[in-house]
């Protein structure tokens, strides 16, 4: 099999990047996305797991109503989980994690904040 010659390609518009009108090179995150986002679930996790935080959360109670948002010290026995609002990767994507403390209470927090970990 031969390499086709620029001429031979039909997607070559004048102008225009060379690479990018042929389809050619480039970097498609889009196929690595899940696991970039599993590695840095575990990384999360392993930031804040066991430790004393201090961030902007609310309490997720049981009856489903979710409490007052306000700045709580919390320590974390448990991560339940890490979920995204929006489109995953779209600028106005909002990751959020919930935890859980020794108590049973679980709260929800936005990482579009500077998380105090003691």
Do not use: H
Request: net charge negative; charged share 25%.
């Amino acid at each position: 099999m031969r390499a086709k010659t620029i001429n031979e390609e039909q997607n070559f518009e004048r102008g225009l990047d060379p690479k990018q009108s042929m389809d050619i090179g480039g970097i498609d995150f889009s196929k690595q996305l899940g696991e970039l986002v599993r590695e840095w679930e575990k990384n999360v996790g392993k930031s804040v797991l066991g430790k004393t935080i201090t961030a902007i959360m609310y309490e997720l109670r049981p009856n489903g109503s979710d409490g007052i948002e306000k700045t709580q010290t919390i320590t974390v026995t448990e991560i339940d989980n890490l979920y995204t609002l929006g489109m995953m990767g779209a600028n106005n994507s909002n990751y959020n994690l919930i935890v859980e403390t020794d108590n049973g209470k679980r709260y929800c927090m936005g990482l579009d904040q500077k998380i105090y970990i003691k």
